[in-house]
């Protein structure tokens, strides 16, 4: 005999409750039905959605929860379901898990270990379950455990010593750069202390700035992955799992090869650009498109998310813009089959320094008329996007937006910004990988000098380090937390380090009002990024 298990990787919504709880039971019946399994795992919070945030103090929300469980309770019939929900107690909410079985509550879990940290703030929000839960079925006594829990040997352990011979572990486990091969490393640790297999079910799906890539996984006793489900899609799959001797042993099973970092970034900033527009109801997409290498890769990951028949692409030239842009633009937009549009922002340029004449008279000029460049373009792209309702993606890099390289109210104005977590140097590699699955970025783009062509003869290097000195900087720097001197040490230069942090601590004011982009690294400007805007602290 033995105990079969349905991993429901699943796309829910945050705070579509009703909707949320629709999937539940749909995908309960299906893996009754098609895949005959006698329990199904659904991602963690799956009623409420993850993160719900501060949803959770809304009453509404909690009468919400309350009406879907009972309707899960009552509807779901003929197989057991885990199902992640915020759990109310009085003035107490837990993020719990709940075993329901023919309209019964045949187990309730409470989550005990509640992450703070990065783009974590449980404690904001739940208490901590206290107690193992280990729950028999079809002969295997089952420990239940939620997200962070398998990462801090206790619950695994508290698990072990009541009794139970395989754990379930049901995630809310966001992307970053090979994560997948770190939740793995995590879980293979749990299972040598304890000599346990475990089960893990993940969710799917854009929110905001976050990527869930599902990349649910089997592993056994000896810490070998024996079933792993393909990242970046909905899947409902089935593990059967034996009693031998006592032991609860997992059938192997397909095991999806990880992905490269550069197609796994890749995959995550589709997902999440398709989940932002549509999750909001968006009609498509409208983007600057220059001719350089961050509007291109923006335009790539627009198609392949939306469809080229909801991506709009505009390229603004001014009296500095190269007729190589024109051209290379043009194609892309040819090649991508997107509606593309030409509209020359130099009217409104003269107009704008006609008006600003005798303001700037006996000025030189400076960044102040390259802005105006910038805002111009702004003006034109959300004017498309209020008429046709079309969102606008802009087309920034982590590297430009970490050192100020790019213009409020221009550049930076738009509703979502795809490649905001990427740096200079990954975009390249992305650029490449992407003309390796088919051509879609003219080469030309990725091999030339990038540029903002805001003035003659300009280039990024005039007012930046060479980009694979500055993003090795800046990674030190963010994700590390290197002071100047550490990061010197490195064999960087002192004042070119000096430099780059003090651009960084002066344009905090800049990123705080820029939109939310898809985070892939593991310190992304947004949720785990909180620095001051004013501040006396000076980094040399």
Sequence with gaps: MSLRIALAQLNLFVGDVAGNAERVISTAAEARHRLQADLVLFPELSLCGYPPEDLLFHNGLRNQVAQAMERVRS????????????????????????????????????????????????????????????????????????????????PAQLARDAGAQLIVVINGSPYCVNYQSRRESVVRERVRETGLPVVYVNLLGGQDELVFDGGSFVMNAAGEVVQRVAPFHESLTAVDVDLVDGQAVPRPAHIEPLQSEEASVYGALVLGVRDYVGKHGFPGVVLGLSGGIDSALTLSIAVDALGAERVHAVMMPSRYTSQMSLDDAALQAQTLGVHYDCISIEGMFEATLGALQDIFAGRKPDTTEENIQARCRGVLLMAISNKTGRMVLTTGNKSEMSVGYATLYGDMAGGFAPIKDCSKMLVYRLARYRNGISPAIPERVIERAPSAELRHDQKDSDSLPPYEVLDAILELFIEDDLSVDEIAARGFDRATVGRVLDLVKRNEYKRRQAPPGVRISDRAFGRDWRYPITSGYRTR
Aim: aromatic residues 12%.
């Design 75 to 154: 509807e779901a019939q003929g197989i057991s379901l885990l199902v992640g929900y915020p759990e109310y107690s009085g003035d107490e909410i837990y993020n719990s898990a709940a075993l329901l079985r023919d309209g019964a509550l045949v187990a309730n879990y409470r989550k005990q270990e509640l992450p703070n940290y990065a783009v974590f703030d449980e404690k904001r929000y739940f208490q901590h379950g206290m107690e193992a839960r280990v729950v028999e079925m079809k002969g295997i006594r089952v420990g239940l455990l939620i997200c962070e829990d398998i990462w801090e040997p206790k």
